[in-house]
């Protein structure tokens, strides 16, 4: 018999075969909005890092899901990194977060593999609208 697991706030049997998250998120206000909100369409969370290595590491070992990157990261470069991740990875759908969205870094961040740009702090509907494209 498999392992299932149970979501006691909703009283729920999740389902194993339910999507997947990474999120790379420097912000602990932000997770935590993220995480409720990914729980709530009933999204795994696969874990939260705040250095990219540890993040790119987690999408290794799980080859499919959604990667929830924070443009403010230290050390990273979301241009150089964005089309890194998608040629490795093609089995994750990323979507950026910031703090100053334009129309510009939003073509930018499609056009090099993002499935989406959202604007930070999180709104919990936002994301879950986004998230809705990939069912």
């Known amino acids: 018999m498999a392992v299932q697991e149970f979501d006691f706030s909703s009283g729920k049997v999740l389902d194993p075969k339910r ?3 990474i999120l790379a998120l420097e912000s602990d206000a932000d997770a935590e909005v993220v995480k409720e909100a990914l729980r709530k369409i009933s999204y795994k969370v696969l874990g939260r890092e705040t250095d990219i290595r540890a993040a790119l590491e987690l999408i ?7 990667l929830l990157l924070d443009s403010d990261l230290p050390g990273i470069n979301v241009r150089e990194l964005l089309p890194s991740i998608k040629n490795a990875f093609p089995g994750f759908n990323i979507v950026v977060l910031s703090s100053s969205v334009t129309k510009e870094l939003l073509s930018e961040v499609l056009r090099l593999g993002a ?12 994301l879950e609208k986004l998230l809705a494209k990939l069912k």
Not at 60 to 66: D, I, L, P, T
Request: proline share 5%; no cysteine; charged share 25%.
């Open 19 to 21: 999507k997947q998250a």
């Open 115 to 126: 499935m989406g740009l959202l604007v930070k702090p999180v709104q919990a509907d936002a």
């Open 60 to 66: 290794r070992n799980n080859k499919v899901g959604v």
